[in-house]
């Protein structure tokens, strides 16, 4: 089971920006697709953003795209998101997961698919 711990989040105002790290353990990480999810009180998981094991592709939810960019380092067994211009809807606590079966597509956008997560994020984005 891969271990996933996270960093980075916090406050800022709107249009600011913030990076997520992911740091996951284990020496398979190269071979895993990584997600990115969030969660707002009240509301459902929410798929953010994915990318593949190379890093090749990547694929954003809507509601993100041109904002936020996913990338990976997988010397450094890290991902992360970079988001900017944050707005006070993108206010959630944000998480890092790995899909089972980890090879999945970065298009399957379901938090059912993904099964190790990280310890989660707070983002808060003031007006």
């Known amino acids: 089971q891969v271990q996933l711990v996270q960093s980075g989040g916090g406050l800022v105002q709107a249009g600011g920006s913030l990076r997520l790290s992911c740091a996951a353990s284990?020496?398979?990480?190269?071979?895993?697709?990584m997600g990115w999810f969030r969660q707002a009180p009240g509301k459902d998981r929410e798929f953010v953003a994915a990318i593949s094991w190379s890093g090749a592709s990547t694929y954003y939810a809507d509601s993100v795209k041109g904002r936020f960019t996913i990338s990976r380092d997988n010397a450094k067994n890290t991902v992360y998101l970079q988001m900017n211009s944050l707005k006070p809807e993108d206010t959630a606590v944000y998480y890092c997961?790995?899909?089972?079966?980890?090879?999945?597509?970065?298009?399957?956008?379901?938090?059912?698919?993904?099964?190790?997560w990280g310890q989660g994020t707070q983002v808060t984005v003031s007006s």
């Open positions: 997961a790995v899909p089972h079966p980890p090879l999945l597509p970065v298009t399957a956008t379901r938090a059912a698919n993904y099964g190790s």
């Open positions: 284990g020496r398979t990480f190269s071979t895993y697709t």
